[in-house]
């Protein structure tokens, strides 16, 4: 394969998320216009072999970086024999590698997927048996050196070759986690649709951000990154590594511009020898914290971000200066009780079975039956039936209006109800996906308590 050649390529990324991957791609290539096309379900990039391999290295929004080999209408899994066949599979792995073959469809009309799927397997080993002099690529679901996507729509199949391997979310610093971790590029998006992160401009807001319910440190390990321009994949390795255009040494020179670039921190707003930290966590488990920190410390991080225990309804303001609260809180999880998590819980993301802790309600108030102790259950305290989880938020926001006066409180949740349990009035509302869950990221914009027990 020429390696200058142009090639099309796609990068998916979660739904809500398309705009704000746009913005990073063209912040990370200066493209516009036909070169950069906003699609359902990702964008479509116009470029050459270097330029996959520099958006796997630094996108933090997208899924994977696909090289898109071949488009064509089909009605059967004939057709998709024909296309698969007709591609020079020969020109990215070799027949003495392995490969896989996943399919993706959305309306398609075949009645199934793994016939699609072995139907395309088919024809890329009789491809190779006719290049290769009968000689074919063995099969391996595990560690395949080489990965083919074919995605189906209505009436248009396309092949692509999968440059990233294991889903760009693995950054390769994450050893330590919960029992619900937020996939990282959920909090780059995150990040982005805040404002904090400006991907299009390739710079942070000159503003603190603080995770109160940190768990194991997504968002602040993501949001500490991006303050010292640290590039997303530095620390794995990818499938492209594998393919035949691969060169070590152009690869080489890539990393090391990235190195160069992140000298200067991103934007040139910090030293990364001697960064301001700018970036803080906490949570109401010590467990988590040292997870946090451990993870931070593998991730290049640890002298930009501060990491604390503590109770989201009691930490104060971690600076003088107003910033940003961006947090996926423990809804849908346990609670504890009085809205204090007390010594026995574990905290936001493994609130598992600890006898002092209160379940909260479930995302959604319309599936609980009413009557007071169903799902939506609610914990006992004097006798008493409450739910722990419309008091953890009632005393959250009423904590944020006695001391956080001037920050901007951001939340992602699947609970549309949450500025109610909160009484507090969001100022937006962005769709996120957080895997098969449809989320909300709320904005609240916090004003000082203007008289005790006010709502305002």
């Not at 705009?19 to 379900?41: C, I, K, M, Y």
């Not at 160069?260 to 934007?267: D, E, F, M, R, Y």
């Not at 970036?279 to 109401?284: C, L």
């Not at 549309?416 to 914009?445: A, Q, S």
Request: charge should be positive.
């Amino acid at each position: 394969m020429n390696k200058e050649k142009p090639l099309t390529l796609f990068l998916p990324c979660a739904g809500g998320v398309e705009t704000f991957l746009a913005d990073e791609v063209h912040g990370l290539t200066g493209l516009v216009g036909d070169d950069l096309l906003t699609a359902r379900g990702g964008v479509r990039v116009r470029g050459d072999w270097a330029l996959a391999l520099r958006l796997n290295l630094h996108s933090r929004l997208a899924q994977r970086v696909l090289i898109e080999l071949a488009e064509a209408p089909y009605r059967d899994e004939h057709d998709l024999y024909h296309l698969a066949a007709s591609v020079a599979w020969e020109d990215w792995f070799a027949s003495r590698q392995t490969f896989r073959v996943d399919v993706t469809a959305q309306a398609s009309p075949l009645r199934s997927l793994n016939f699609a799927t072995l139907r395309i397997k088919d024809a890329v080993a009789d491809r190779f048996r006719q290049q290769a002099g009968g000689v074919r690529p063995s099969i391996d679901t595990q560690r395949p050196d080489a990965r083919v996507q074919a995605h189906l729509s209505a009436t248009h199949a396309t092949l692509y070759v999968d440059t990233s391997g294991e889903p760009l979310f693995k950054r390769g610093w994450r050893q330590d986690k919960g029992d619900a971790p937020l996939k990282e590029t959920l909090a780059a998006a995150m990040l982005a649709a805040s404002g904090w992160w400006r991907p299009a401009e390739r710079r942070v807001a000159d503003v603190p951000l603080y995770d109160p319910c940190c768990g194991s440190g997504t968002i602040v390990i993501e949001a500490a990154q991006l303050a010292l321009g640290l590039p997303a994949g530095g620390l794995r390795r990818f499938a492209f590594e594998r393919l035949r255009p691969f060169d070590a040494a152009q690869w080489n020179a890539i990393k090391k511009e990235a190195d160069s670039a992140c000298q200067t921190g991103a934007g040139g707003q910090n030293d990364s020898k001697n960064p301001p930290v700018r970036v803080f966590g906490s949570d109401v488990a010590h467990r988590m914290v040292d997870f946090a920190q451990r993870n931070a410390e593998r991730a290049g991080v640890a002298r930009a971000v501060q990491l604390r225990g503590g109770d989201a309804l009691q930490r104060m303001p971690p600076t003088p200066q107003p910033g940003v609260l961006l947090m996926n809180p423990p809804y849908g999880e346990r609670i504890a009780a009085a809205g204090v998590a007390g010594h026995r819980a574990r905290g936001r993301e493994a609130f598992q079975g600890d006898g002092g802790a209160f379940i909260a309600g479930p995302p959604q108030d319309e599936q609980v039956p009413s009557g007071g102790s169903g799902p939506r259950a609610a914990g006992e305290r004097g006798g008493q039936v409450f739910n722990a989880g419309d008091e953890f938020f009632a005393r959250l926001a009423a904590h944020w209006k006695s001391h956080y006066a001037g920050w901007t409180a951001w939340l992602l949740t699947p609970d549309l109800k949450l500025p109610g349990r909160l009484r507090l009035k969001e100022t937006r509302r962005v769709p996120l996906w957080n895997g098969p869950i449809e989320c909300r990221l709320f904005r609240f914009d916090l004003t000082a308590r203007r008289t005790p027990g006010s709502d305002s």
